[in-house]
């Protein structure tokens, strides 16, 4: 299997999302992987790091033929907004649909935390753009995922510090760290309510040496 799938309560000493305390979920092992790669990447580059998690819906009294194109159409947009701030903006973008009639985004950013200021901040921005794109007022249909499934709160972003060299402590070890690769993990999940074909494809990098 070129992706295997395999159930993990931990991944590689790092935390991954569970169901119950000692039970596990299945996960794509490349894309976790490609999580690990990407977080670390950013870190090696800025000292400081913001991470961030959102998910984009569209409504459903509205009948869309191009959801693919309009989010990609967002994630230009948005993007090019962050580069604009020198933030290095560098994402993670899972597409899923499970039981409505469109299918949704989940997103997790990390930015030059050297610059970035507030996450709440850049997800207001989202949503405002969001709706610009869809020509559609509505509030909601981008979720800042401050909490789990659960009501459980989630922070709204994690800003993880490089440690210095000096001190010999691997950014891995770094408690800032495994949270935001833990929430992460949510996007490498497999899920068999997932209904996207399975020609297509689900999970999208950028480019860290964009």
């Known amino acids: 299997m070129r992706n295997p799938i395999k159930p993990f309560t931990?991944?590689?000493g790092l935390p991954v999302l569970t169901p119950r305390y000692g039970e596990s979920y299945p996960y794509y092992v490349n894309y976790l992987d490609r999580n690990r790669e990407v977080l670390s990447r950013m870190?090696?580059?800025?000292s400081q790091v913001l991470f961030?998690?959102?998910?984009?819906?569209?409504?459903?009294?509205?009948?869309?033929?191009d959801e693919k194109e309009l989010f990609f159409r967002f994630l230009d947009q948005y993007r090019k907004?962050?580069?604009?701030?020198?933030?290095?903006?560098?994402y993670i973008v899972r597409m899923e649909q499970k039981t409505g009639l469109y299918c949704h985004f989940?997103?997790?950013f990390l930015l030059n935390g050297n610059k970035a200021s507030h996450a709440y901040y850049y997800k207001q921005e989202a949503d405002r753009l969001w709706q610009k794109i869809l020509n559609e007022p509505q509030v909601g249909l981008v979720d800042f995922c401050n909490q789990d499934w659960?009501?459980?709160p989630y922070p709204e972003g994690i800003r993880i510090v490089r440690p210095p060299q000096y001190s010999g402590v691997p950014v891995e070890a770094m408690s800032k760290y495994q949270e935001a690769f833990r929430i992460m993990s949510y996007l490498a999940k497999y899920d068999?309510?997932?209904?996207?074909p399975d020609h297509e494809r689900k999970i999208f990098y950028s480019l860290c040496n964009r």
């Open 52 to 65: 961030f998690r959102m998910d984009l819906r569209f409504p459903d009294r509205i009948l869309w033929y």
């Open 106 to 108: 989940h997103m997790a």
């Open 192 to 196: 068999e309510a997932d209904q996207t």
């Open 150 to 152: 659960q009501g459980e």
């Open 10 to 12: 931990e991944y590689q």
């Open 43 to 46: 870190l090696e580059r800025h």
């Open 81 to 90: 907004l962050l580069v604009s701030l020198g933030l290095d903006p560098q």
